[in-house]
């Protein structure tokens, strides 16, 4: 994976006729390996604690699937996306770490960092979906006594919609590419309009 540029002594010689390269700094493609490691350590514990908690959580309520009420519906969603979470955000994120630069096409690149702000929205848009049916819940007792699924199954539908086009940006934010002119190592990386561009996408992820 390292790639670096020389420099032949014959070329900075003074008895070549060429000028020397005074600015001239060598890239080289390396990281601080005790830092990545660190990395993936946190990464890989949140992603086994986010793998068994959830799947817990589904197997108590899928087992008490008889008594499902409309908070143990949005719970059970909730667990589901914060699968997805872990499955396509943070698992992810751990394997490009252990890899450091990305492995994979410019499709490829397009499509995991969809997912990754995918699944941050999904998990975010179905609390918020949870947020009003507890409003209403609690302001109109009346009107929500009754519960109903197609209801409670629209809300879950609405999180998984907004969730998608929230992720839209990122398919044209992000692409692989060469990290420096001539250096022949590639990342997936992000192009912004300047000068707004990296600011209005810092807003809209914060």
Not at 67 to 95: C, E, G, W
Not at 155 to 184: R, T
Request: proline fraction near 3%; charged fraction near 15%.
């Amino acid at each position: 994976m390292a790639a670096a540029f020389n420099v032949s002594s014959s070329t900075l010689s003074p008895s070549s006729g060429q000028q020397p390269f005074l600015n001239y700094t060598p890239f080289e493609d390396k990281r601080d390996e005790d830092l990545a490691k660190v990395e993936i350590g946190i990464l890989g514990t949140v992603f086994a604690l986010a793998l068994l908690g959830n799947v817990a959580v589904l197997s108590v309520l899928l087992w008490r699937r008889k008594k499902v009420t409309r908070m143990y519906f949005f719970i059970f969603h909730l667990s589901l996306s914060d699968l997805v979470v872990a499955f396509f955000n943070i698992f992810p994120q751990m394997v490009w770490d252990i890899t450091w630069r990305f492995q994979g096409n410019d499709l490829g690149c397009k499509i995991v960092k969809f997912l990754q702000v995918f699944a941050l929205y999904l998990s975010t848009w179905v609390l918020v979906m949870m947020a009003i049916d507890r409003y209403q819940a609690i302001c109109q007792p009346l009107n929500a006594y009754n519960w109903r699924a197609k209801r409670c199954t629209m809300m879950i539908a609405y999180a998984w919609i907004l969730s998608g086009l929230c992720s839209l940006p990122q398919i044209f934010i992000f692409s692989q590419m060469e990290i420096m002119e001539g250096s022949g190592v590639y990342d997936c990386w992000a192009t912004f309009i300047e000068p707004w561009g990296s600011k209005a996408y810092g807003k809209l992820n914060i």
